[in-house]
C-alpha cells in the first residue's frame, strides 16, 4: 500500500518514499489517502509565543495544536496566559492526532503572541493560504519524504530562510485498504479455528 502527499510535480517521486523533496512555496499539502495524522513538534526558538492550529483565515485562536514559549525569551511563560484562557506549553518531541480524509488540504495558522499581556503580534499560513501572509511571503518551508512531511514555520524574517521558529513533523498512518481488512480477517478467522481444534483435543 502506497501512501504520499499529493503535492502538484512532487507527488509521483514522493509515493515511492525514496525521494526527498521539497514542496514550492504554496503548493497545497494533501494526503493521497485517509487515516490519522500523527504530528510531532521537533523544534521552537525565537522570540514570539507560537499557537499551531489548522486554519486558513485569519481569526480568534481556537483549537490549539502546539503551543510553545522558548526558555530565555522575553515573554517566556508555562503556561502561557491568553485572552484569560491558560495554555500549558508544548515541548520537544510532544504529539497530536488527528483523523485526516483524503483529498482535503491540510492549512497550517501560526500566531505569533508578544508584550504583557499576551496579544497577536501577527498570523502566518502555510499552502494555498499564503497569500495571506504579510507580503504575500512564503513563512513556511515544507520537506516531504514518503508519507512523511516536515514542515518549518519562520516568525518573522522569512527571507533568512531558516524556518526554525516552529518545527514538526506530520506522518499519516493510513486506513488500511479493503483488501487488507479482508487479509486481517482471514488471518483471524485462521487463529481462532486452531485454537478451538486445540480447546477440542484437550
Request: no cysteine.
Amino acid at each position: 500500500m502506497k501512501h504520499s502527499w499529493a503535492v502538484p510535480l512532487l507527488a509521483a517521486a514522493a509515493a515511492f518514499g525514496s525521494t526527498v523533496t521539497h514542496a514550492a512555496p504554496g503548493d497545497p499539502l494533501i494526503f493521497s489517502e485517509s487515516g490519522t495524522l500523527t504530528l510531532t513538534l521537533l523544534g521552537n526558538e525565537g522570540m514570539f509565543n507560537h499557537i499551531l492550529e489548522i486554519a486558513s483565515s485569519t481569526g480568534p485562536v481556537t483549537a490549539p495544536i502546539f503551543v510553545t514559549s522558548e526558555p530565555g525569551s522575553e515573554y517566556y511563560a508555562d503556561p502561557i496566559v491568553f485572552n484569560d484562557t491558560s495554555y500549558p506549553i508544548n515541548h520537544i518531541g510532544d504529539t497530536f492526532t488527528l483523523t485526516y480524509t483524503a483529498g482535503t488540504e491540510i492549512i497550517f495558522r501560526l500566531t505569533n503572541l508578544v508584550e504583557t499581556p499576551l496579544v497577536i503580534d501577527s498570523q502566518l499560513f502555510s499552502g494555498s493560504a499564503t497569500s495571506l501572509n504579510p507580503g504575500g511571503l512564503a513563512y513556511a518551508d515544507v520537506t516531504i519524504d514518503g508519507n512523511v512531511a516536515t514542515v518549518g514555520f519562520e516568525d518573522l524574517f522569512p527571507d533568512r530562510n531558516t524556518y526554525a521558529n516552529l518545527v514538526f513533523s506530520v506522518n499519516l498512518a493510513p486506513v488500511p485498504e479493503p483488501a487488507t481488512w479482508g487479509l486481517l480477517g482471514i488471518g483471524l478467522a485462521g487463529i481462532g479455528l486452531k485454537v478451538r481444534r486445540r480447546a477440542r483435543m484437550a
